[in-house]
């Protein structure tokens, strides 16, 4: 059974920073590209940042130059810093992962529980 456990989240101020962390644990394979989406009351979930297993990174345009996606292989983990923090990016970030695990193995995505962070003006 694979899970993927997230932290970090909570109030901050405009301007403020806040780093989320997303663990991934159980029988794990092989991790393939991990990233960070998010959901605002009444939208779509969307793509915030996304990182290979290689380290190649891609950013949503309304966060580029103020978030950070980063990942430590060895923990099997991903991190959001998020800087610069605006209203606008308040929202619940989930973390999602693709993992190939079990025999045979099988790759799927995984998606974090979710965890709300709060930009006050």
């Known amino acids: 059974q694979v899970q993927l456990v997230e932290s970090g989240g909570g109030l901050v101020q405009a301007g403020g920073s806040l780093r989320l962390s997303c663990a991934a644990s159980?029988?794990?394979?092989?991790?393939?590209?991990m990233g960070w989406y998010r959901q605002a009351p009444g939208k779509q979930r969307e793509l915030v940042a996304a990182?290979?297993?290689?380290?190649?990174?891609n950013y949503a345009d309304s966060v580029k130059g103020r978030f950070t996606v980063s990942r430590d292989n060895a923990k099997n983990t991903v991190y959001l810093q998020m800087d610069s923090l605006k209203p606008e990016d308040t929202a619940v970030y989930y973390c999602?992962?693709?993992?190939?695990?079990?025999?045979?193995?099988?790759?799927?995505?995984?998606w974090g529980q979710g965890t709300q962070v709060t930009v006050s003006s």
């Open positions: 999602h992962a693709d993992i190939a695990s079990g025999w045979p193995l099988w790759s799927s995505g995984y």
């Open positions: 990182i290979t297993s290689g380290g190649s990174t």
């Open positions: 159980g029988s794990i394979f092989r991790i393939d590209a």
